[in-house]
């Protein structure tokens, strides 16, 4: 599927770039969103285009800090063309290297799934503030921190409590095509698409772009021919979206959460309700989540 929509969002992002540059200032960027909605192609395309060498780090769940150094340290020999692979002893030490480097000419570096650096490099945060403190206000760094738990990312730089409080220079959550991209997508690639399948569209995806494209790469616009996808082999990722989204986003609380989406789904809407079916008498604290941070639930 071709990229579509995200103006705003890359302006932004490009925005980001163009104020490095012009104030010889690094800046912190931080873009969360859901699972699958499309994050990190938005920040590759708007910065395909940049003057200056883009690099794409990633870190992966359960990934050793020298598997890490390893890969990333490849990724940053690849775009800035060294000659010879410089040794780092941890990840932070690659960070304040780059800090260092973009004193001589922009770059912008993008930490994918950044949540899972706490678990994976030791006081990652805290050494991370250091370096930024020491050498970003003599570089022109543009350092996109992008991940899919907004509850990890939101205690990251929200929090008055962490180290990287008040640190980020633009918070960008990227959220669903709206109905009206949605509609412009589905006509696009399924001219004459009828009102009733543009709906089952609507209520498949829920304008998460992963979702969308998979109907779209596979070329079915029809309401029998969706479904029939979802339940078929090709559709078993899909299927089991619901269980990893909760596990990535609510990690040990996950199956508290899980029976709560599942009551309300079954028609308990009252807080009696949702308790009784649960077995638990402390659900408001979770339904005020659920409502006010995640999104998933709203009040009738």
């Given at each position: 599927?071709?990229?579509?929509g995200?103006?705003?969002?890359?302006?932004?992002?490009?925005?980001?770039?163009?104020?490095?540059?012009?104030?010889?200032a690094?800046?912190?960027?931080?873009?969360?969103g859901?699972?699958?909605?499309?994050?990190?192609?938005?920040?590759?395309?708007?910065?395909?285009?940049?003057?200056?060498?883009?690099?794409?780090?990633?870190?992966?769940?359960?990934?050793?800090?020298?598997?890490?150094?390893?890969?990333?340290?490849?990724?940053?020999?690849?775009?800035?063309?060294?000659?010879?692979?410089?040794?780092?002893?941890?990840?932070?030490?690659?960070?304040?290297?780059?800090?260092?480097?973009?004193?001589?000419?922009?770059?912008?570096?993008?930490?994918?799934?950044c949540?899972?650096?706490?678990?994976s490099?030791?006081?990652?945060?805290?050494?991370?503030?250091?370096?930024?403190d020491?050498?970003?206000?003599?570089s022109?760094?543009?350092?996109?921190?992008?991940?899919?738990?907004?509850?990890?990312?939101?205690?990251?730089?929200?929090?008055?409590?962490?180290?990287?409080?008040?640190?980020?220079?633009?918070?960008?959550?990227i959220?669903?095509?709206?109905?009206?991209?949605?509609?412009?997508?589905?006509?696009?690639?399924?001219?004459?698409i009828?009102?009733?399948?543009?709906?089952?569209?609507?209520?498949?995806?829920?304008?998460?772009?992963?979702?969308?494209?998979?109907?779209v790469?596979?070329?079915?616009?029809?309401?029998?021919?969706?479904?029939?996808?979802?339940?078929?082999?090709?559709?078993?990722?899909?299927?089991?979206?619901g269980?990893?989204?909760?596990?990535?986003?609510?990690?040990?609380?996950?199956?508290?959460?899980?029976s709560?989406?599942?009551?309300?789904?079954?028609?308990?809407n009252?807080?009696?309700?949702?308790?009784?079916?649960?077995?638990?008498?402390?659900?408001?604290?979770?339904?005020?989540?659920l409502?006010?941070?995640?999104?998933?639930?709203?009040?009738?």
């Open positions: 599927m071709r990229f579509y995200r103006e705003e969002e890359i302006h932004l992002l490009r925005k980001e770039l163009d104020l490095a540059m012009r104030n010889k690094g800046r912190l960027t931080v873009v969360c859901r699972r699958r909605i499309g994050k990190t192609p938005l920040i590759l395309k708007a910065f395909d285009s940049a003057s200056c060498p883009v690099i794409y780090f990633f870190a992966g769940k359960r990934t050793q800090e020298s598997e890490l150094i390893a890969s990333w340290t490849e990724a940053l020999g690849e775009a800035l063309s060294l000659p010879c692979k410089p040794a780092f002893a941890n990840i932070n030490e690659i960070l304040e290297f780059l800090l260092k480097a973009s004193a001589k000419s922009p770059l912008v570096v993008v930490i994918d799934e949540q899972e650096l706490e678990r490099v030791n006081a990652f945060w805290s050494r991370l503030r250091e370096s930024w020491r050498f970003h206000r003599e022109e760094l543009v350092l996109v921190m992008s991940g899919s738990s907004a509850d990890s990312l939101r205690r990251i730089f929200s929090n008055a409590c962490e180290p990287l409080y008040g640190r980020a220079d633009l918070l960008l959550e959220k669903p095509f709206d109905n009206t991209l949605l509609t412009t997508i589905a006509r696009n690639e399924f001219p004459g009828p009102p009733e399948d543009l709906l089952t569209l609507f209520a498949l995806t829920g304008g998460v772009a992963r979702y969308v494209e998979f109907f790469d596979n070329g079915i616009g029809s309401t029998n021919d969706m479904i029939n996808l979802v339940f078929s082999p090709e559709g078993a990722w899909f299927r089991e979206e269980n990893v989204l909760l596990a990535n986003e609510f990690r040990m609380e996950s199956p508290v959460y899980q709560i989406l599942t009551a309300v789904a079954r028609g308990a009252e807080w009696s309700a949702i308790s009784g079916k649960t077995g638990r008498a402390d659900v408001t604290v979770y339904l005020s989540r409502e006010n941070i995640f999104k998933l639930i709203e009040k009738s």
